[in-house]
């Protein structure tokens, strides 16, 4: 594997990294009466957090929380990462 490391610069590999709340199902006409102050029902609990993403594969678990500046950037804590990590 060390080998390998001196290959690939993986320092400047820049990957996105997607949080997600969770899914909801609806239909074409039920998203085209939503309005401001709508609630959207998640499939899961607030408990549950949220998931760290890279592509579609899971990386880790977080939770929500803001970075305590004047302007509360919404950020995530890291709580846990998966198994293939």
Do not use: F, W, Y
């Not at 959207?40 to 977080?62: H, N, P, S, T």
Request: hydrophobic share 40%.
């Amino acid at each position: 594997m060390d080998t390998l490391k001196h290959l690939i610069d993986t320092d400047n590999i820049m990957v996105e990294v997607t949080v997600r709340l969770g899914r909801s199902r609806q239909t074409v006409a039920q998203l085209s009466v939503l309005r401001a102050d709508d609630v959207l029902m998640l499939d899961q609990a607030i408990e549950d957090g949220v998931e760290i993403c890279v592509g579609d594969k899971v990386i880790a678990r977080g939770e929500l929380t803001g970075d305590g500046s004047p302007d509360e950037r919404l950020c995530v804590r890291i709580i846990g990462t998966t198994e293939a990590v």
